[in-house]
Antibody, heavy 122, light 106 residues
C-alpha cells in the first residue's frame, strides 16, 4: 500500500523557518517525481513545488520561489520542504503528493499524504 | 497562469441522481485536465486524468469529457460516499486548480 506521511509542521512566527519531511513507503520511491501541494484553511489547492527523480528538475510556484527549497533523499525514501521567510499567507496544510508520471515536470498527483499543518502567526 | 473556473459552486442532489460538474479554463489546456475528490478531513483523491481516463480503482460511475477549455465530470448515479468537494487541475502549464464544486445531499 502506498503511504506518504508528512511531519514537521507547527506554529512559527512570521519570518521564521520550518522544515517538512515526507516519508514514502509501499512503492519504489527513487524513480518517482514528487510534489508539494498546500491548502489554506477552508480554501482550495495550490501546487507549490516539484522535484524529479534525480533532483535534476526542480520547480516552484511564484508564491514561494526564493523562500522554499524542495529536496529528496532516495536512500531514505524521503522528500523535504525547507521553508524560510515564512509569512502569514503561508499558513496551510502541506501535502506531499506523488506525481503520476515519470516526467521532468509536474503532471497529476496520484497519491497524497494526510498533510502537515503549518501556522504562521505572531 | 491558467485560471480554472468551476461551476456550480454547490450542487444539491439526492442519492441516485446524476451529477454534472463543469470546469472551464482561461486558455486551452488540450486534454491535460484531472479531477480530484476531497472529503472533509481527508487528502484529495485522483479520480480522472487527461480528461477522460479513470485513475486506479475509480468506479465506472465517474466519467470525464472535454478538451480545450471546457470539461465535464459526470457521476452517473450518486452514491452516499460521493458527496464531497471536487476539484479540477490542469497540467498544460504550471499546475493550477479550480476553486472546487461541493456536491451536497439535498
Amino acid at each position: 500500500e502506498v503511504q506518504l506521511v508528512e511531519s514537521g509542521g507547527g506554529l512559527v512566527k512570521p519570518g521564521g523557518s520550518l522544515r517538512l519531511s515526507c516519508a514514502a513507503s509501499g512503492f519504489t520511491f527513487s524513480p518517482c517525481s514528487m510534489n508539494w501541494v498546500r491548502q489554506a484553511p477552508g480554501k482550495g489547492l495550490e501546487w507549490i513545488s516539484f522535484i524529479s527523480s534525480t533532483n535534476n528538475y526542480i520547480y516552484y510556484a511564484d508564491s514561494v520561489k526564493g523562500r522554499f527549497t524542495i529536496s529528496r533523499d532516495n536512500a531514505k525514501n524521503s522528500l523535504y520542504l525547507q521553508m524560510d521567510s515564512l509569512r502569514a499567507e503561508d499558513t496551510a496544510l502541506y501535502y506531499c503528493a506523488r506525481d503520476g508520471s515519470y516526467a521532468n515536470y509536474p503532471h497529476y498527483f496520484d497519491y497524497w499524504g494526510q498533510g502537515a499543518l503549518v501556522t504562521v502567526s505572531s | 497562469e491558467i485560471v480554472l473556473t468551476q461551476s456550480p459552486a454547490t450542487l444539491s442532489l439526492s442519492p441516485g441522481e446524476r451529477a454534472t460538474l463543469s470546469c472551464r479554463a482561461s486558455q486551452s489546456v488540450s486534454r491535460y485536465l484531472a479531477w480530484y475528490q476531497q472529503k472533509p478531513g481527508q487528502a484529495p483523491r485522483l479520480l480522472m486524468y487527461d480528461a477522460s481516463n479513470r485513475a486506479t480503482g475509480i468506479p465506472a460511475r465517474f466519467s470525464g469529457s472535454g478538451s480545450g477549455t471546457d470539461f465535464t465530470l459526470t457521476i452517473s448515479s450518486l452514491e452516499p460516499e460521493d458527496f464531497a468537494v471536487y476539484y479540477c487541475q490542469q497540467r498544460s502549464n504550471w499546475p493550477t486548480f479550480g476553486q472546487g464544486t461541493k456536491v451536497e445531499i439535498k
